[in-house]
Structures are given as structure tokens and as C-alpha cells.
């Protein structure tokens, strides 16, 4: 079956820009999970959605960061004013429940890249 | 709070090599333990997990044992091939709502 998809693969903003990143979950799956990958780091935590409900936003670095899933199903980050900071990988996971033993199933990322 | 702290790389070895890549955690409760692995050019795949102490997870030869008194996830295979080149990451997850993952270990397995 179909795992998690994000476009675009690859973006390049200039600094000051805004970025929308979008990610398509698996059919299903209820909980919905961004994270951050810097270059040579493991990813860290975003935010976190069940169904359209944003339960955790505790991780988004500052406000220019804005999640939504407004159907409960496709997710979109959006990053304002783009600074060169935000360059990184951006990881989208889902999960059929949000229980501590479900694995997550990882997307392959999107990478931005800020002028 | 919740952290992973994992052995750093890189890691070389030559193919049929033992490995070991330490790993061990800080975490309020019972987390489930988890090994990810990213091969390149690919995304974040699941490789093991364990959801309570003394449970073992195996998959593909690799083998993690949780283990509580040393709050360790340590993962093991016997004899590596070229192919298990790649990114490995240790993460746990306490409540369901995120992984806390660690920094990455980077094994490259010469012929």
C-alpha cells in the first residue's frame, strides 16, 4: 500500500519567503507528526496532530511555524519569513493510534534550503 | 525529561564483523524503545522496537534487548554485510505523541 508522501522533495526559498510543505498520511491513521532534521542530527519533534485536533505544538520554534490537518487527513506546514535557521530536513510520520508501541511510519522529507 | 543518548559514529567495519551501537535512555514511566534505520537517499524505516523491560526485538539479523536496570537499547548483529550501510537511530516513545530520537549513528561496512 501507499506510505506517507511529502512535496515538494526539494525546496529553495530565498530569505524572507514563505513555504508551505505538504504531507499526505497513510489512509487511516489517525495521529499525524512533524519533525525536524537538521544536517547530521536526529529529528526533533514539531507537532503533533489527532485527526484535525493540533494536541502538541510545544516543539515549533517560533511563531512563524503554523501546522494544520484541517480534514483530519493531509497535513501542511507552513513556515513564514523564511530564515536561513530553518534550513533542514522536514520529516512528516503517521500512526494508526497514538499509543507509546505503534511505530511511526516516516515520509522521506522534504529539504529546505534558505538563501 | 525525555533523551536518548547514542554511540557515536562513524562506524566502519569490514563485511562479517560483529556490531554493536550503544544506546541508552533518560524516561519518566515504561517508554517502548525503537531502532530506526535510513539507508541513503531514503526516508526513516523501523528496524525494531521493544514496548516493555527484558522484551528483545529482532529483525534482519539486528537484535535490541530492553533492559531497565541500565536503561539500555543497545543494538547487535553478528555479522554484517555491505548492505546494512546506513544511518541508524535509537528513539523511545513515552505517551504516544512523539519520539524522542537520538543524534544518529552513521555504519559503513567495507567488502
Known amino acids: 500500500g501507499a506510505g506517507v508522501s511529502q512535496s515538494p522533495r526539494y525546496k529553495v526559498a530565498k530569505r524572507g519567503q514563505d513555504v508551505a510543505l505538504r504531507c499526505d498520511p497513510i489512509s487511516g491513521h489517525v495521529s499525524l507528526f512533524w519533525y525536524q532534521q537538521a544536517l547530521g542530527q536526529g529529528p526533533e519533534f514539531l507537532t503533533y496532530f489527532q485527526n484535525e485536533a493540533q494536541l502538541d505544538k510545544s516543539g515549533l520554534p517560533s511563531d512563524r511555524f503554523f501546522a494544520e490537518r484541517p480534514e483530519g487527513s493531509v497535513s501542511t506546514l507552513k513556515i513564514q519569513r523564511t530564515q536561513q535557521e530553518d534550513s533542514a530536513v522536514y520529516l512528516c510520520a503517521s500512526s494508526l493510534r497514538d499509543t507509546s508501541y505503534n511505530e511511526q511510519f516516516f515520509g522521506p522529507g522534504t529539504r529546505l534550503t534558505v538563501l | 525529561g525525555n533523551s536518548v543518548t547514542q554511540m557515536e559514529g562513524p562506524v566502519t567495519l569490514s563485511e562479517e564483523a560483529f556490531l554493536t551501537i550503544n544506546c541508552t535512555y533518560t524516561a519518566t514511566g515504561y517508554p517502548s524503545l525503537f531502532w530506526y534505520v535510513q539507508y541513503p537517499g531514503e526516508g526513516l524505516q523501523l528496524l525494531l522496537k521493544?514496548?516493555?523491560?527484558?522484551d528483545k526485538g529482532s529483525n534482519k539479523g539486528f537484535e535490541a534487548t530492553y533492559r531497565k536496570e541500565t536503561t539500555s537499547f543497545h543494538l547487535e548483529k553478528g555479522s554484517v554485510q555491505v548492505s546494512d550501510s546506513a544511518v541508524y537511530f535509537c528513539?523511545?516513545?513515552?505517551?504516544?505523541?512523539?519520539?524522542?530520537f537520538g543524534t544518529g549513528t552513521s555504519l559503513t561496512v567495507i567488502p
Open positions: 521493544a514496548t516493555k523491560a527484558d
Open positions: 528513539a523511545l516513545n513515552h505517551a504516544g505523541n512523539q519520539f524522542y
